[in-house]
């Protein structure tokens, strides 16, 4: 099955993609992870997607579905996938159904994670995430054992620096203007399913994908 997460940063795609990958056995794709390695091993891609990743802003179209598409190419994905954080425009989600449709496939579900600003940005400012392995943390709702450290791999945790009040201000602008006409998108397709990201027992979240997965069998 061919998945999306939409929804504001930091609402929480992640962790639930990450849920969903482990449960389904799909591989988990996240454009703005494909985006921090390439920063972190300073390619070209990483230098011109740096510059806007600090804004709070998009990196553009073009340059996003490449790279998507090159990665939707390989071979992990043959059974099906689950995008986090891509498609964030329209131009995007219109760039991959062409993909798509050259390989005679389409996205069967869009899952929107909902969760209102105030919560949102006080989830981003307290977040702490592994430089290593991406687990991430809340410095008061989800504290690792040992401060500012990995507990599942024991590196070092970052306070990303978009994770900071004014980029986080940036990135949410971003979303409501570019991000949002998505839901609309994938509702007229007839695949939107809605889950709350503020879901607290894992329980319950597996329950609520469940419900979720079996809808797009
Ligand atoms: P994320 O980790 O998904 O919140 O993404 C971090 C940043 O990477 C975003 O604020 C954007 O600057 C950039 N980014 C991630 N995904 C996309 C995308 N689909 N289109 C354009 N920029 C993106």
Redesign the pocket.
Known sequence: MNIIMLGA??AG??TIASQMKEKYNLPHI????I??ANIKENTELGKL?KS??D???????DV?INM?VDRLCKDDCKNGFIL??????IV?ADGLNEALNKSNTKIDLAILVEGDDDQIAERLSGRRVCEKCGATYHIVSMPPKVDGVCDKCGATLIHRK?DTADVIKD?LK?YHEQTKPLIDYYNEKGILKTISGFIKSKEEMIDAIDKIISFGN
């Open positions: 940063p930091g795609k992640g996240s454009s703005g992870d985006f921090r997607a806007y990743i804004k709070g802003t998009l990196v553009p179209d996003t998507m986090d954080g891509f498609p964030r425009t995007q978009d990135r971003t």
